[in-house]
């Protein structure tokens, strides 16, 4: 069973997750993102986290290079542009905010990796649902909702306390016995599952002009998409400092 009921956002989220691409594998990420360094600095670097082996600045460097790529494929005006597959299998979901938040759930995934966040998918590239609740609460983050901030915090003490006790990768399944992680969480998705279900609405009705609704939406995008990246990238730097 899910840790997070709301079936609207949970559908959703896995729906995009399907999308060729979008689901990013944590080591291969860890190992490309950081190809420099030795052996035993990987080794340390997938084990426990970046930060054991990087400084602040290479770290925020990584994150600046990925909200950069992301922020230029996703604002490119055809909405299957840099995508795998196109959206034959979102057929319900507009393609414009299918295109959004393909790029948003995968700029999630990759900084919380590089903040030191465990796997959030499965041996079978599935999200568990530890990963429900910290992409929920990262993408919550990202559209300011209420709550996603503390949740944050909350998870990143938990993550804090395991990676003293064993390796980050062995943290699944731990942040859901916490009763107050899996309640903000709830909130949260609560939340997301009412904005995408209005997002859909309004994107079907703007199909009436599809050249002008296609400028408009690369507009707001350019115009939201970073800086919505950065918020998250922020929140996950301050807890990083300062997990407690």
């Not at 030191?116 to 649902?129: F, I, Q, S, V």
């Not at 609460?137 to 003293?164: P, T, W």
């Not at 609704?213 to 301050?238: E, N």
């Amino acid at each position: 069973m899910s840790g997070i009921m709301n079936t609207t956002w949970i559908k959703f989220l896995n729906g995009i997750l399907k999308m060729p691409g979008a689901r990013v594998d944590r080591v291969q990420f860890l190992q490309k993102t950081f190809s420099h360094l030795s052996a035993d600095e990987m080794r340390i670097c997938i084990e426990e986290k970046p930060s054991k082996v990087l400084s602040e600045k290479e770290i925020d460097a990584a994150a600046n290079s990925i909200i950069s790529s992301h922020t230029t494929k996703v604002t490119a005006i055809s909405a299957a542009s840099g995508i795998p597959g196109g959206f034959a299998m979102l057929a319900t979901i507009p393609a414009d905010l299918a295109n959004y938040y393909y790029h948003v759930v995968s700029v999630g995934q990759k900084l919380g990796y590089l903040y030191g966040y465990p796997d959030m998918l499965d041996a079978n590239e599935r999200l568990t649902p530890d990963g429900e609740v910290m992409l929920t609460a990262f993408i919550g983050v990202m559209n300011q909702v209420a709550v996603a901030r503390e949740l944050i915090k909350k998870i990143a003490v938990e993550v804090s306390k395991r990676i003293s006790e064993e390796t980050a990768t062995r943290v699944a399944g731990k942040l859901l016995q916490k009763q107050i992680v899996s309640q903000s969480a709830e909130m949260i998705a609560k939340r997301l599952g009412t904005q995408v279900t209005t997002k859909s609405g309004g994107r079907i009705l703007s199909k009436a002009v599809p050249l002008l609704s296609g400028v408009i939406c690369g507009a707001m995008t350019y115009a939201t998409f970073r800086p919505q990246a950065k918020r998250l990238h922020t929140a996950l730097k301050d807890t990083a400092s300062n997990p407690n």
